[in-house]
């Protein structure tokens, strides 16, 4: 029994053990082309279901073509490169806790990094079974914090992709109102993004990222 202990703690898996699985998901994927159906919901604008198709390469290469020439997508909604490489540059990596998210049990990965000359405190939950990142939760020292859920989907019996995500986009309060004002709420946005019919890994030429 003491054994079995001790080799079960040996081969315990660390937050960046964990991260850097999750990971591999990311990095199989050169390119990839999708179509997707975006809605929003949110109190301050009226935004109709768009239909949009994206064309990605790595690494960081997005684009997206719309028919009505306009789609709100969230980079944190769609597979843009590795959206944990930045938390692997933090130092102080923990898992939080254990929770279910979304029907699987997940690893609680909280780490805190610097991200577009920001300290972002973040927040990954990680399957245990297939080491999917099923919700991502970051809160910067100033402006917007956002939560995503991600559904998947096996594509070519081989690649992991959304099949939906869900970001929950909360923006604070700006300061300086009126003193004898009532506080303002922070105001929540969620855009669902639907994908199908992926392509994957099919060489995708750099022309099509270049501006119009």
């Given amino acids: 029994m003491l054994m079995a202990l001790i080799a079960s703690q040996a081969h315990a898996l660390s937050a960046r053990d964990i991260l850097k ?12 082309i999708t179509d ?14 768009t239909k949009v198709k994206i064309y990605y390469k790595k690494p960081d290469k997005l684009h997206v ?8 997508l969230p980079k944190q909604g769609t597979v843009v490169g590795n959206p944990l490489k930045f938390l692997l540059d933090s130092s102080d990596l923990t898992i939080d806790r254990s929770e279910r998210v979304l029907g699987d049990d997940c690893y609680v990965i909280k780490g805190t990094a610097q991200r577009d000359g920001r300290e972002m405190q973040s927040t990954v939950w990680v399957d245990k079974k297939n080491y999917l990142v099923r919700q991502l939760a970051t809160n910067p020292e100033w402006g ?45 946005t969620t855009v669902t993004i639907k994908f199908e019919k992926y392509k ?13």
């Fill in 144 to 188: 917007p914090s956002v939560k995503v859920k991600v559904w998947y989907t096996r594509v070519g019996l081989k690649y992991w992709l959304p099949s939906t995500t869900s970001a929950r986009v909360s923006t604070p309060p700006l300061a300086g109102g009126k003193q004898d004002s009532k506080p303002a709420a922070t105001e929540q």
């Fill in 36 to 49: 997707a159906r975006v809605t929003v919901e949110s109190p301050s604008m009226h935004v109709p279901e």
């Fill in 65 to 72: 073509d719309s028919n009505d020439g306009f789609a709100v």
């Fill in 21 to 32: 699985k999750a990971g591999t998901h990311y990095e199989v994927i050169n390119d990839y």
């Fill in 200 to 212: 994957v890994n099919s060489g995708l030429s750099d022309k099509i990222f270049k501006d119009k």
